[in-house]
């Protein structure tokens, strides 16, 4: 990622450790607000999947919280929060696929 990635441009900065959590989590240097959403979907699926009996589930579930946080973010700065909201808690419940 770039010194001045999308993540880098939030305010407040995450954590260090956090921070490293998301880049790892998402794709692309400048990512949509669905594309946020979908990282933090594979994130809690890897939580449910070990059932969170692994230290690291906590900072993949602060992760996929902060991941659902700047989608809706980036959804009400580019104008297309809308139905967003929505689209995030079906696509979170497993109803999004």
């Known amino acids: 990622m770039t010194e001045r990635d ?3 441009r939030r305010t407040p900065a995450p954590p260090d ?3 490293s959590a998301i880049r790892s989590a998402v794709p692309t240097s400048d990512p949509t607000a669905m ?9 809690l699926e890897r939580v ?3 059932e969170c ?3 690291d589930a906590a900072l993949d579930l602060l ?6 946080t700047y989608a809706l973010e ?3 700065e580019t104008g297309s929060l809308g139905e967003f909201p929505e689209r995030a808690m079906e696509t979170l419940a497993g109803g999004g696929r």
């Open 6 to 8: 999308w993540l880098s």
């Open 17 to 19: 450790e956090l921070a």
């Open 35 to 43: 594309q946020l959403l979908e990282a933090a979907q594979a994130l």
């Open 48 to 50: 449910l999947a070990s």
């Open 53 to 55: 009996a692994q230290r």
């Open 63 to 68: 992760a996929a919280d902060a991941l659902v």
């Open 74 to 76: 980036i959804a009400n």
